[in-house]
């Protein structure tokens, strides 16, 4: 059975860093490609960044250059290093996990759809 684990949700001020984790337990495929999502409240859930099994990194625009996603493949976590926090970032954010795919998926629109495992989510609240 495979699980995820999401934690490091936090209450920061803007412009203040978090780290998120994610602990993927009960996979097995050698090729998998995995994303954060996050779900503001009255808005879809988005991807934000996305790392397959060779670890090729996507990432959505309006996180570039502030968020960073990568995975201890020894402890089967996934990261995601999130600096400059913006009050336009909080959200619930989500770890999930699927089949290898083009990692742009994650960030493409309704790229969540494309995935069948997920995480309970961690809240993320940025103060002005």
């Known amino acids: 059975q495979v699980q995820l684990a999401e934690s490091g949700g936090n209450s920061v001020q803007a412009g203040g860093s978090l780290r998120l984790s994610c602990e993927v337990s009960?996979?097995?495929?050698?090729?998998?490609?995995m994303g954060w999502f996050r779900q503001a409240p009255g808005k879809e859930r988005e991807g934000v960044a996305g790392i397959d099994s060779n670890g090729m990194t996507s990432y959505a625009d309006s996180v570039k250059g502030r968020f960073i996603i990568s995975k201890d493949n020894t402890k089967n976590i996934l990261y995601l290093q999130m600096n400059s926090l913006k009050p336009d970032d909080t959200a619930m954010y989500y770890c999930a996990i699927e089949g290898f795919r083009p990692v742009s998926m994650v960030v493409a629109v309704n790229g969540a759809n494309a995935f069948g495992y997920w995480g309970k989510g961690t809240l993320i609240t940025i103060s002005s």
């Open positions: 009960g996979w097995t495929d050698q090729s998998y490609c």
